[in-house]
């Protein structure tokens, strides 16, 4: 069984903060212009990289900034209407090939990172033999674009990304158990 180390939002007693983040995405994301190219959509909030600077901040205060940012901007529902699924993304796992972006028309980017509009937490694992842990982002995937996700995960040459009931993450573990 995986052992999550820390997390934001924090899961350890309760799951209630991460119902929260999950309704603020499914809110947010309904917002989203349909008929846009995929690479506006789903970034209607300010990039996080330029905002904090991806070398000047931690995954976790990164992903804590941008969930305030965005709760402050969306009513408050108190848990999702309907669990959407979910993308895990492993940041040290990919290879930054492009391959992701071109498949999804620049839903993900580059990297295989998924629209900041959509992250829901930064997760991180207790792994053996790594003091750190292994540390992902989860973000949800609205409907319409679940198919063109699938086939990034499809095309992908690593396991950088993949649908959360399939990562084994303490997370996952966690959802499921709940």
Known sequence: MTTLLRSEPDVSQSLDE????????????????????????LRQLPSPAETYGLLQIEPRELVRELLWVRARRTQRPASPV?????????????TCDGSASAVTNGLL???????????????????????????????????????IVQSA????????????EDSGTALAQLLRAS
């Open 18 to 41: 991460l119902h929260a983040r999950i309704g603020e995405a499914q809110e947010w994301c309904s917002r989203a212009p349909t008929g846009t190219p995929p690479t506006a959509t």
């Open 109 to 147: 980017d580059g990297w295989s990172t998924p629209p900041w509009d959509t992250w829901v937490g930064w997760f991180v694992d207790a792994l053996k033999g790594h003091d750190g842990g292994r540390g992902y982002l989860v973000a949800i995937v609205p409907d319409r674009f679940v198919i």
């Open 153 to 164: 995960i499809d095309a992908s040459s690593t396991e950088s990304i993949v649908w959360l």
């Open 82 to 94: 309907k669990l959407p699924r979910f993308l895990v993304y492993f940041p040290s796992d990919d």
